[in-house]
């Protein structure tokens, strides 16, 4: 026979139980009610900086035709590695300090599917080799002469990437040899590319010629999956720009999707992990990194630590650059 302590004890224990499962559900329809109520922002591109806007308009292109974002995230950026007068991306990169000019570069799709190429010399468009290393081999990177191989049976041909501007540059450098990196200077930015497609999915691309007068083999974030590159068609897509080591030492674009997947805001997520770079780094002298970012709702951000880093954008209404909030002056 139950004793009134316990009839109490167990009705409050039921109560209880219903009204978490009430919760529960509640929580669940809100969330259901969000995720389809909330207006998606599509198609979309961004890139970073000045060349982003010629590189946005290819993309764009595909874009409002209907095209896949794979399509027009390796169209975009291929715009600025034959652009000649671009010294820190492909043809016409600054060459490294034995007057090499190699090239890095990764591109992911909206299925986690992914191709990179890195230390890879004499081919002018090393984001769509790394796309036939994702397309075409059970890899992710090829790097170095393997690379170069891999092109050449592929059917890119080779090319001689030192321009007489960048060959003029390099050895006007050579009279004091000594690499100081600049903040915001050209000598090493990369262009990274997101775009956001009508049917919704995601792509990114990033590409570069890296670090001017660099130590011949070095190879920054660009190629690497993770680190200068991220996508997650479930959540968003982040590229980093800038000094590649600090990138690195935080995966940086992987931190910016999860830091999305958590509820933070492109621009949020952005902030807080430039904030990371600044607090694992005793020196910031010179050490520029941005990052930008796109959710899947067609939400954009970006954030650098120091002033002067921007990103361009081409929706429907908006063709623009976006001078991007920064940690510091």
Known sequence: MKTRRNFIKLTALGSAAVLASSCLTSEKEYKEKINTSKKVIKPIVISTWNHGLAANKASWNILSKGGSSLDAVEAGVKVTESDPNNSSVGLGGLPDRDGFVTLDACIMNHENE??????????ENPISVARKVMEETQHVLLVGEGAKQFAIEKGFKETNLLTEN????????KERSKYQPIINSENHDTIGLL?????????GACTTSGMAYKL??????????????FVDNEVGAACATGMGEAVIRIAG???VVELMRNGMSPNEACKEAVERVVKKHKDLSNLQVGFIALNKYGEKGGHSVYKGFNYAVHTKTQNEMIDAKFYKK
């Open 114 to 123: 992914c191709g990179a190429v890195a230390f890879l010399q004499d081919i």
């Open 166 to 173: 960048s060959k003029k540059a390099w050895e006007k450098w």
């Open 195 to 203: 775009a956001l497609d009508e049917k919704g999915n995601l792509s």
């Open 216 to 229: 011949h083999g070095r190879v920054g974030d660009s190629p690497i999956i993770g680190a200068g590159l």
């Open 253 to 255: 674009s992987a931190i």
